[in-house]
Structures are given as C-alpha cells and as structure tokens.
C-alpha cells in the first residue's frame, strides 16, 4: 500500500463548501426532510485479492459478510451502498454508486447482483468517493461506514477531509473497519475514526468484520435526539448545549447534529452560542428520549446581540482584516470581516489593522436583541505596483523592492503583488547589495489602482568558463561580487545577466579558477572569461 501526501483538489473543496453552506448557515432549518441513511462505501480495489490471516480472500469474506449486514434491521433508515477499485486498474476517478438511498430490502437485491460480478482490480481512492457520498446524502443526516483493506492511494488526504466536515458541523458520522491491514495502514485508517470522533474497527476474520459492522449499526439505529431552534419569530437558529440528569452532564448536544444518546429522561439545557463560547439566556426543557428511536424537539430560545463588520475608506467598501475584541483590556474573541456572528452583552472595543496605515479601534455597547454593523473608517490609501527592468534586453528584475521618503524607509514592496500606501511622493530603491538602483520623487496619486514601470540604466554581462589552456570549459556556477563588498551572488555562465554601472569582480568554482576583476558601463556587452587555474 502507499501512502498518502495532504492534498485537496479544487473542484472537491469547492463542492463541500457549497453544501456546508447550505446546512449550517444561521436561519436555515436543520430539521432533515429526508430519512436518515446509512451509506457503505466498499473497498473493491485490488488488494482485495489478498488473503487474510485464516487463508480466506478478503473479497469472499466481504461480500458474505455484507450480504449478511444488510438483511438486518435498520428500522426506518435507508441504506445506499457505494464501491471503489472495481472497474478500472490505476484510475483515481474509479468510484460507483451501486445503489441510492433507498429500504433495506430493495438495496439488498442490487447489492447481492454487484457481489456476483465483482473482480477488484483498481486503486484505493477513499477521499473521492467520501466527497461523492457527501453530496449523494443531500439534505440527509446519517452514518458513513467505510470498508477497507488499505489506505488512500490517490494523493489526497480523507484524514484532513473529514476534519473539515467536523469542523463544518456536517451531519455525517464516518465509521472506518479496517479489513486486514498492517500497523501502518492501521495508524492511517484509525486517523479517519479519530477525525470524525468514531470507533475505529480492525477486522482480521469474518466474524471480527461482521461484529465491528454489527457495533456499528447497533450506534447508529440508536436513540436519537434532534433539537430545533427557533427565535421569537420562528426562524430556525443553529442552537448548542447538553443534556444534564442528577445534576451532572452527560452530553454535548447540538441542532447542527444528530445526537445519538442514551435512552432516558433529562433535562435540555440550549441556547444560542455566542462568540464568547457562552450559551446565552440557556433555556432548560424535560425530555423523555424513548429506546431505539427518534425523539424530536423545538425550543424556542433568547436571540443574543448579533454584529458584523465594514470596513470603508471614504464610502467604498473594502475587503478589511480580522477583528479582535477587547474587554477590559483583554481580547475575548476574534473574528473575520466577512463572519456575521453573535456576542454576550456588553461593552467591546473592537480591533483591526487591514495595513500599516490603518491601525483601526471602534467601541461599541451591545444589547439584548441588537444587530448592528461596526464600521471601520480607514485612512485613504492606494494600491500600487512597480517594475523594473534592465535597459536594453526589458529583463525584469524580479526582486522585492523598498519605498523611502525623507531617508527613512516607509514600505516593503512585493515585487508581483506591490504594496498599499498612503498617496504622496517617495523614492523608489531596488535594494539588492548587487545591482541597487534609486528612482527619486515618484509621485503616487490618489488613483485606487497604480502600476509603475522603470528602465534601469544596465550593461549586460555572460561568463565563460575556459581551461588553462584556452578551451572552453562547461558551464557551471559562478560567484559575482560588487568591488568593495564581500557579498556574493552566484549566476549560472553561458547566459547573459545585467548588472548596473560599476565595478565588480567574480570567482570561479570551488577554488579552481583565477579571480576576476571587471567594470561595465551602461549599455556595454560583454564575456567576462574565468580561466581555471595553472
């Protein structure tokens, strides 16, 4: 088996953040429309050739257990069953959906027909086809259970993929049975479990994979406790908080999951959470949750101050920066421009630096109930770029550049993406200790968007390598200094570089050529020979 390297394509992360948007964005239901599901997804790759340590195949084991798990009573969820590496041999896109969410016993006879006629024979790609599951539960909660005999081996990473759903607020649990592997594979496999905070089963038999799929199935078709949060007005709020009994707490509970606990009487303590990590106003309900099913509830709870953030300069709108807020002194909570969230009541100061020249404060007393907007004023500033290049030949010097006024230097430029600054009038430095150049009193004006080009006045220089005895030698580094200074840089010889008026001398490779000395004058071309020594 390979491993894996942390990756996450594009269009994948693209797909899951659209559908986290949809289910966890205050103000949308998160009561399901659809019935809960449990969703295999089915190592077919071909490993599963291999035998496991009673001399069975992993495949024959497979399919006889599977058929078995799915005649078991799932009570009123639907199952949907998914395999990989079945189809193709070295495809990363090789995943299938065999059969959609649908009762148990119409999957089964679909699933008995792929058990027939399948002949694993391709890779291993877990992290595809938990994305494609993903969007095949819909607006769905429910179980994921993944069967595999080895670890991803498609250059992506289901480890980290899984985290994000967690921190997302997926309503998705991941289970993960591991069918015959090494401690290796065992360590990558267990830190899916560990990511979407399950069990991780390892199977080395037909009864140990039956019994790890039964333990399962017997957590998911457990007691349920789906929570509904609504405001004064009916709107449904993402709410948090915990069942208590007897005085001590026993679970975190949530709208934004599904909560699968214990049967029994407790008391609900729910609210909306605030920035601050508090629960505000918590409301306390008594709810009886029956065995092996599901018990629904609505709360209508306390709506705490809710603020967002703008930041403008002059009256147009700009992207700003994190926020930090203070009380007495002390930061309490962050937050981004984009985020509109809820805090505890009180009095904040609100921190932010979009730039050097905009170190922003705003303070601002919240409510019961209030929702505002807390604007950031900024200083005027202007986004400017530049360029340099060579006389001559147009070679850009791709080099950080830095803006001075008064001798002193106001700003670090970035040679692709520029700078932000204050309009006004500066000197332009390229500082390199090779070839500095300054280009006095530019004027930036107040234009949102500038871009500056300048011609460096330059001589071009190549360096050859020769033998003692005249003949030329292969190309290879070199070392070229300014006259004066002991700071070098290497150039590769046999092409041409430009260098600023002056002079300036270069050594050879490791020792075994002659030091040379050399002046260039704008718009000189010249070959500097380093001749190797006698």
């Known amino acids: 088996m390979k491993s894996y ?12 953040a659209l559908f986290l948007l949809c289910t966890v964005l205050p103000g949308i239901s998160s009561a399901q429309t659809q019935p809960d599901g449990i969703y295999v997804i089915f190592d077919a790759s071909g490993s599963m050739w291999q035998k496991l340590p009673d001399q069975s195949f992993k495949i024959e084991t497979a399919k006889q257990v599977l058929q078995e798990f799915f005649k078991r009573d799932f009570k009123d969820y639907e199952l949907a069953f998914r395999a990989y590496g079945h189809r193709t041999k070295g495809d990363c896109q090789d995943s ?9 016993d119409k999957a089964l006879p679909k699933l008995e027909e792929f058990m027939k006629s399948v002949n694993p024979k391709g890779k291993t790609p877990i992290h595809l086809s938990l994305t494609q599951a993903l969007t095949d539960f819909g607006t769905r909660a429910g179980e994921i259970i993944l069967i595999s005999d080895g670890i991803e081996t498609c250059d992506a990473d289901p480890c980290e993929l899984v985290r994000m759903w967690q921190e997302k607020n997926v309503n998705i649990r991941v289970h993960v049975v591991g069918l015959g592997l090494d401690e290796k594979s065992k360590q990558a496999m267990r830190c899916i479990s560990e990511a979407a905070g399950t069990e991780y089963y390892d199977a080395g038999s037909a009864d ?4 790890g799929l039964q333990k399962i199935q017997k957590k998911a078709v457990a007691s349920v406790l789906k929570i509904v949060g609504l405001d004064s007005g009916g709107e449904s709020r993402v709410v948090h908080g915990s069942l208590w009994r007897d005085g001590k707490k026993l679970y975190e509970v949530g709208s934004h999951r599904r909560n699968v606990v214990e049967a029994g009487k407790y008391t609900l303590s729910i609210g909306i959470q605030t920035r601050n990590m508090q629960i505000y106003k918590p409301v306390n309900v008594e709810v009886d949750i029956p ?14 101050p809710r603020i967002r953030a703008t930041f403008l300069d002059g009256e147009t709108a700009q992207r700003g920066a ?15 421009a984009q985020d509109e969230i809820y805090v505890d009541e009180g009095t904040y100061e609100f921190r932010s630096q979009p730039n050097k020249q905009n170190k922003l404060t705003v303070t601002e007393t919240l409510g019961a109930g209030d929702d505002k907007e807390i604007i950031f004023r900024m200083v005027h500033t202007v986004h400017a770029k530049f360029k340099l290049v060579a006389s001559g030949s147009g070679i850009w010097f791709r080099q950080n550049y830095e803006l001075w006024r008064n001798g002193e230097k106001k700003h670090g430029v970035h040679v692709n993406n520029g700078v932000r600054v204050l309009p006004g009038q500066y000197d332009l430095r390229l500082p390199d200790n090779l070839t500095p ?28 390598y020769e033998q003692a005895d005249g003949t030329r030698d292969q190309d290879k580094r070199c070392f070229v200094g300014r006259a004066g200074s002991r700071s070098t840089h290497f150039r590769m010889s046999g092409k041409k570089f430009p260098l600023t008026p002056g002079s300036y001398y270069v050594k050879g490779w490791r020792g075994e050529y002659d030091d040379v000395s050399f002046e260039v004058a704008e718009g000189e071309e010249k070959n500097i020979v380093i001749r190797a020594k006698k």
Do not use: M
């Open 5 to 16: 390297n942390r990756h996450q394509e594009a269009g994948i992360s693209l797909l899951c």
């Open 96 to 104: 299938e959906l065999i059969t959609s969410f649908s009762p148990a």
């Open 208 to 211: 140990e994979l039956a019994a």
């Open 291 to 304: 065995e092996g099913s599901e018990r629904r509830v609505e709360v209508t709870v306390a709506t705490p």
């Open 322 to 336: 994190l926020i930090h807020a203070y009380q007495n002194g002390k930061k309490v909570f962050k937050f981004r």
């Open 437 to 464: 150049h300054e280009i006095p009193g530019i004027t930036i004006t107040e234009e949102a968007k500038q871009t500056f080009e300048f011609t460096v006045p330059t001589g071009h220089v190549t360096f050859i």
